[in-house]
């Protein structure tokens, strides 16, 4: 099979196109013939050299695809061959086939295309597992969102809004706020020129942030603890902005505060805080969101996976408004 493999650790350039072994089937497991895959920023670490697979995993990017069942691997009886889907990966996506375990499988939603279906597991079990499972959001809450016009940001406010909440954004840009406020978001905030904490603050009347969704780290960790409203949370899923700082112990208590962290690529594929479980919840509560249109997948641009360099360079240069996906 083709799939995009990597020279040595670098800049996009060392991205190539070219002959991989196929994927083996393992009892539990299904094989896809690949339609899309889309480009997260893990891929960019792993693509630097900072963010190995997990054990068992494999070395190709990738952590979400679509695409068709080719075959099914002893056990599997949930699928069959020629049934379309999407599916969290723990790698492989960047390829024309991929292994899979059975359990991180979703159906095709209805009303969404094949190749616009790539762009859905890694963000929506994302946010579904911090800011529902983990953080409780719910509705009547104020929602904070960073980095809201991009893949997880776009997901985080469609899936804030059919929940009923508030949800503010942060972006870089006016014209970028301008494209969450036309997915629903209530208050948007430009990072470079305006304080995060004083804005919602003021939007709010003085309540806060009940939840912040924050990809930053530490470079947010004590304004994030400020903007919290009394039994906020934090919950961080990102270190773009490094991953050492101080925290406030008597800021967060007076807040009666939390500051929680989750990731999902290293979750086991079954058991407690699996990604099977997450899949399950999101197929049960939030699939039937999908389907009826109130959370779509939002494709900023979509390239051959060939051009899989040029893909990793938009990302890097925040060029896209939503998710970049590449078609096998």
Not at 147 to 158: D, F, K, L, S, V
Request: aromatic share 4%.
């Amino acid at each position: 099979m083709q799939a995009i493999t990597i020279r040595q650790p670098g800049g996009p350039e060392v991205l190539e196109w070219a002959e991989a072994p196929d994927p083996t089937v393992r009892p539990g497991e299904v094989l896809l013939d690949v339609a899309a895959t889309a480009v997260n920023r893990a891929d960019l670490l792993q693509r630097q050299g900072f963010y190995p697979p997990p054990p068992g995993a494999p070395e190709i990017l990738g952590l979400e695809c679509s695409g068709t069942v080719a075959q099914v691997g002893e056990g599997v009886t949930s699928w069959q061959v020629g049934d379309q889907v999407c599916a969290l990966l723990a790698g492989g996506g960047y390829a024309e086939k991929v292994a899979v375990p059975a359990e991180q499988l979703l159906p095709l939603p209805k009303n969404v295309s094949l190749v616009e279906a790539a762009g859905l597991p890694e963000v929506v079990c994302t946010v579904w597992s911090t800011v529902v499972q983990t953080a409780g959001l719910s509705t009547g809450d104020v929602l904070l969102v960073h980095g809201g016009a991009g893949g997880i940001g776009t997901c985080a406010i469609q899936i804030g809004k059919a929940l009923g909440v508030t949800v503010a954004v942060t972006a870089g840009s006016d014209e970028r706020l301008a494209l969450c406020r036309e997915l629903g978001a209530d208050i948007t905030i430009n990072y470079k020129t305006q304080d995060f904490v004083e804005e919602v603050r003021n939007a709010t009347d003085g309540h806060g942030a009940d939840v912040v969704l924050d990809n930053m780290g530490a470079s947010y960790l004590a304004r994030n603890i400020d903007v919290l409203a009394m039994d906020g949370r934090v919950v961080n899923i990102g270190m773009q902005g490094g991953v050492k700082g101080e925290l406030n112990i008597g800021a967060l208590m007076a807040k009666r505060g939390g500051v929680l962290s989750a990731g999902l690529r290293a979750r086991p594929v079954t058991g407690k805080g699996s990604k099977a479980d997450i899949i399950a919840d999101v197929r049960e509560r939030l699939w039937p969101l999908v389907e009826s249109g109130a959370v779509k997948p939002i494709i900023g641009r979509t390239l051959p996976m060939s051009q899989a360099a040029e893909a990793h360079r938009a990302l890097e240069a925040s060029d896209v408004f939503g998710k970049v996906v590449l078609t096998a």
